[in-house]
């Protein structure tokens, strides 16, 4: 059984582990540092429940070897919120009503920060193609789009509200933001 030391750093908070050398990012997480946060699903990188910020890039932590982590830096989304403060992006979807079950609510959420990261004001179209590896089971993606773009605009300084995203713009049931294509390995988009 060969064992990998490891040093790295988890929402702020550096960890001196050692690993097995098959562990997963997810069971590291989740069995190894206490952050349930992190969902397990499906696990062969398809429903985005799992998804992490790798040094600011989502990865799924399902297919994704814990000692792959070493010297980096990880986000989930017990890092998000400042003590009762929540992340916009937590905001948006708590007032648009987009948790529903709430199960891929963290994978859904932190896959919104690296897109905003990456791109602050998304169109609509941006939206469903970056979130497209994030896939919801309860009953489509019309609020989730709405918050993201609601995150979006409150942190580019814009209002809160429901401005940019009304009625049927896209994010019709499930054909709208799903996929394989958001959270992929460690090569990220």
Known sequence: MREIPMTVVVNGEKHELTVPAWETLIECLRDRLGLLGVKKS????VCGACTVLLDDRPVSACTVLAFEARGKS??????????????????????????????????????TVALLGENPRPTAD????????????????????????????????????????????????????????????????
């Open 42 to 45: 499906c696990d062969v990188q």
């Open 74 to 111: 990880l986000r989930t989304i017990e890092g998000l919120a400042r003590g009762d403060e929540l992340h916009p992006v937590q905001e948006a979807f708590v007032e648009h009503g987009a948790l529903q079950c709430g199960f891929c609510t963290p994978g859904m959420i932190m896959a």
């Open 126 to 189: 941006e939206v469903k193609h970056y979130m497209r590896g994030n896939i919801c089971r309860c009953t489509g993606y019309k609020r989730i789009l709405e918050a993201i773009l609601d995150a979006s605009r409150r942190m580019s300084g814009g209002a809160k509200g429901n401005g940019g995203a009304k009625g049927n713009d896209g994010a019709k049931g499930n054909d709208g933001a799903k996929g394989n294509g958001g959270t992929k390995g460690t090569d990220g988009r």
